[in-house]
């Protein structure tokens, strides 16, 4: 999405220049290096001073901030105040308050950290199931919370939908420097003709992702159910689906390409995650495509899907609950009238246009503030 969003804008005449550190770099550090981490996760001198060197090189109107982490840390925010250059930061996951950037814990939705203290995190073990690993996230937040770090140094924050705003507002960011921007889809080569033939899943197999309820849901009557993704719980889910037969399809890994041409031909989209996903990009990948979905009822879901508009809601972790909402999305009328529904909620919303039209709005906006308060 940031490289997506990156064309937008060069594409409408601005000038881009990166500032990027890649998670790969670190299998190439050396033993010292890599035992300085957990110190860089909360504050790295090294990227404060490149930035600083960075913004001295070339005059920027702003910056803006995607993920510090890990290697970044917040302390690029210190070398655009000090150059006195505006951020701006787009918040793509909770890591501002869950360590694990998830608000998940054991599979299910977890606000503990939410309370006034991020050590639930630690005595949980959040990130990567480690206490050690956990430990410098924790006091990072923690220590940058304690600091207002973030609400210092950054002068507008980017959230995708209402629910995130909330959260992050409960976090602590002021209400009235938070703007709901979500993501875009590109136009698509194809959009659905017919009422398509099969229920589809696409995304990762794992726990929160709640595909273990869509096959407890699943019942043969509904027709051919498509499950394109892989994961831990590949082979687990294969095992509990096999008592559907044939009706079940475990397609593995896909390339977008192959995704896409898939998605087409769906009769819906079921997204039956967990999850408090910051965002549902598959569900507007599918309107895109004038394909509904099924969601449940939490998070960003329900401000995306409407109930018998666009899509359908159930109960999240309910079975019972997601197996009556495909069988509304399995007559074919009802797929391509919310189908229709959906492709204009697409149309309206979510597209190119209207994301650079946000996106540079922001900016400006950022940008005449900034001056204003400085003169």
Request: charged share 25%; proline share 6%; glycine share 6%.
């Amino acid at each position: 999405m940031v490289q997506q969003e990156r064309k937008l804008l060069e594409d409408a005449g601005h000038n881009v220049v990166e500032y990027i550190r890649k998670s790969d770099d670190i299998e190439a550090m050396s033993v010292m290096r890599k035992a300085e981490l957990p110190l860089r996760v909360i504050w790295s001198f090294e990227d404060q001073a490149a930035m600083t060197r960075e913004l001295k090189r070339e005059r920027f109107d702003v910056i803006h901030v995607h993920n510090s982490f890990p290697l970044i840390s917040p302390s690029i925010l210190a070398a655009a105040r000090h150059m006195s250059v505006p951020v701006v930061a787009t918040l793509h996951n909770y890591r501002f308050v869950c360590a694990a950037g998830t608000l998940l814990r054991n599979g299910l939705p977890c606000l503990k950290c939410l309370e006034g203290t991020p050590l639930p995190s630690l005595v949980h073990a959040c990130y990567r199931g480690s206490r050690l690993a956990t430990a410098p996230l924790t006091f990072s937040i923690a220590t940058h919370g304690a600091l207002k770090t973030w609400q210092r140094g950054v002068d507008r924050f980017v959230v995708m939908s209402e629910f995130a705003r909330d959260i992050m507002t409960r976090a602590g960011i002021p209400a009235e420097r938070i703007t709901r921007k979500p993501h875009f889809i590109p136009f698509p080569d194809r959009v659905r003709e017919t009422a398509g033939s099969y229920g589809l899943y696409l995304g990762r197999l794992s726990e929160e992702k709640g595909v273990s309820t869509l096959i407890q849901a699943w019942d043969p009557t509904l027709g051919t159910l498509m499950i394109a993704g892989d994961g831990p719980l590949r082979q687990e889910l294969e095992a509990q689906a096999a008592v559907h037969g044939d009706s079940v399809r475990f397609l593995g890994s896909l390339s977008r390409p192959e995704a896409l041409k898939l998605l087409v031909d769906a009769r819906y989209l079921v997204t039956p995650s967990r999850a408090f996903e910051t965002f549902g990009l598959s569900v507007v990948e599918a309107f895109a495509h004038g394909v509904p979905a099924v969601v449940p009822d939490q998070g960003v879901f329900p401000e995306l899907v409407r109930q018998d508009y666009n899509g359908f809601t159930f109960r999240p972790g309910d079975p019972n609950s997601l197996r009556s909402a495909l069988k509304k999305a399995e007559v074919e009328v009802v797929s391509l009238r919310t189908g229709a529904a959906a492709r204009q909620d697409y149309l309206a919303h979510f597209t190119p246009s209207s994301n650079i039209l946000a996106l540079v709005g922001i900016y400006e906006d950022v940008i005449r503030n900034y001056d204003a308060s400085r003169s």
